[in-house]
């Protein structure tokens, strides 16, 4: 097997990204953030780079240049912003270049499903509480820095082990190069039209090859006689039996059959996803109570309260 | 150089709509990116996230970090859902995005009343807690 990249360009791109990020974590003193930063940037660039050289289809193209660079450093943003509101908006980011590159991916659905949960339902609630859990600044310093902010712990020692991390991963990866398979993920999933009659029909409407009183012929198992196979349909015109050809645009959506296979194959697992989902609602509202004591005083106040509206509740039934 | 690779950028239907650019055409140098792109800048924001979550001190960040790596993992999950033709890997996104909504509400309520308890989101308040 061929390497698609040559091992040195790989190790010195990990290594020289290893200082990078390590300068560019937070530090108490003067920190070289921008240096780092660069580092890491150069780093980046070399390696992805470095992937296009030895493939043979030439470079990779430019919106995963684009989107990979983008991912990767408003990721590191994330993890070396020394205020967790920024790093909170840079990690948006992150999604949105993510959610490009799975449309690059041709998962259209995922990619506008991870903008509505992650950056518009779970990135909010971590903005609401990042700003419930930090005391306002007072007036003098309003550019206040906690120091549990300003400064990492063990930089170097963790960017060593996560970098060693890196390589051992990209190591594997890169002993062949696996192009990915011409054509569209859903095209192979045409066989979901079988179960789709409505949308066959609206299509071949639109096509004209559907005329007015025609059905579908029903299979021995009284399905409609769909066979995306062969991308025809047989219909009934007039009692006799005619075989169309399913017009050019009819292709199974990304949507469509993202859900036959939600639903169909994994049953079990949404179950459990709903279950998951409720154990953390009622953890949350567990965890997240406050306990109130009052004292005996207010206790019997609040009862005679009670007792009183209850008796002038029933004197005006 | 490679001839300009239309196929590969319109395989998506989306794409055409959405960046009318692939179609007047960027300059020569685009391929397809094979799949040890998309597994190297998974690897790379798994990393990423994982020395966030070993250095930074701030509890949301931590939490932060370990979204980065949710990310990660779904980045590749989705590359090899196209890699094998097969919406099983898509679909498993969906659950991991369920499984890091469910984590984002237990870790908030949880830093919610760390923070009430000591008044600082600081990890090393808790340090007494080591085993």
Redesign the interface.
């Known amino acids: 097997m061929d390497l ?1 990249i040559n091992p040195y360009i790989l190790y010195v791109g990990i290594v020289l ?1 290893a200082i990078g ?1 390590c300068l560019a ?1 937070p530090r108490a003193r003067v920190s070289p953030q921008g240096i780092g930063a660069l580092l890491a940037a150069l780093a ?1 660039g070399l ?2 780079i470095g ?2 050289l030895r ?1 043979p ?8 240049y684009l989107f ?1 660079i983008l ?2 450093g408003s ?2 943003r ?2 070396s912003h020394q205020r ?1 509101v920024y ?2 908006l840079y ?1 948006i980011l ?2 949105l270049a ?1 959610a490009g ?10 990619a506008f ?2 903008i509505i ?2 950056a518009g ?2 990135l909010i ?2 903005l609401f ?2 700003m ?4 306002a600044p007072s007036e003098e310093e309003t550019e206040r820095l ?4 300003a ?5 170097v ?3 060593i ?3 060693v ?2 390589a051992a ?2 190591t594997m ?2 002993r062949g ?9 859903d095209a ?2 045409n066989a979901v039209l079988a179960q789709l009659p409505r949308r066959v029909e609206r299509s071949l409407r639109d096509a004209d090859a559907w005329q007015d009183g025609d059905r579908f012929a029903t299979d021995a198992a009284g399905l409609p006689a769909i066979d995306p196979e062969h991308r025809t349909a047989t219909l009934v015109r007039r009692g006799e039996e005619v075989t169309v050809e399913f017009p050019e645009s009819l292709q199974a ?2 949507v469509e ?2 859900a ?3 639903l169909n ?2 049953p079990g ?1 949404i179950e459990i ?1 709903g279950v ?2 409720l ?3 009622l ?3 567990v ?2 109570r ?1 306990q109130v004591q009052f004292d005996e005083e207010v206790k019997a106040r609040q009862a005679r309260r009670l007792a009183e509206a209850i008796r002038r509740e029933g004197g005006a039934a | ?2 001839p300009l ?1 239309l ?3 319109s ?5 055409d709509a ?2 009318p650019l ?1 179609q007047t055409g ?1 300059p ?14 998974s ?3 798994f ?6 979550f ?5 509890l ?2 931590m ?3 370990t ?2 790596m949710f ?1 990660a993992a ?2 590749a999950l ?2 090899f ?3 094998h ?4 890997g ?2 498993f ?3 991991v ?10 870790a ?6 760390l ?2 308890k000591r ?6 308040e808790w340090g007494e807690m080591r085993g």
């Open positions: 698609i990204g990020v974590l980046g390696v992805i992937l296009g493939n289809e030439g470079l990779p193209n430019l919106y995963f990979s991912a990767l990721a590191l994330v993890i967790p790093a909170a990690f992150t999604i993510s590159m799975y449309l690059l991916l041709s998962a259209e659905f995922m499903a991870l949960v992650y339902a779970i609630t971590y509480v990042i419930l859990a930090t005391q906690e120091a549990y902010d400064q990492s712990r063990d930089p020692l963790a960017t082990i996560g970098f991390l890196l991963l990209s990866l890169f190069s696996a192009a990915l398979p011409a054509g569209t993920i192979g999933g959506r990304n059959s993202l036959f296979n939600f194959e994994h697992t996803a998951l989902l154990m953390a609602m953890g949350a509202v965890l997240s406050r | 150089m490679m690779n196929s590969a950028l395989e998506s239907h989306l794409i959405v960046l692939a960027f020569e140098p685009m391929g397809a990116p094979a799949l040890a792109h998309y597994l190297f800048v690897a790379a924001m990393v990423i996230g994982l020395i966030g070993l250095t930074r001190r701030n949301i960040i939490f932060l970090c979204e980065l990310q779904g980045l989705i590359a859902s196209r890699f033709l097969e919406h099983s898509q679909t996104v969906i659950f995005l369920t499984v890091a909504a469910a984590e984002a509400a237990l908030l309520a949880l830093v919610v009343l923070f009430r008044e600082s989101l600081s990890s090393e």
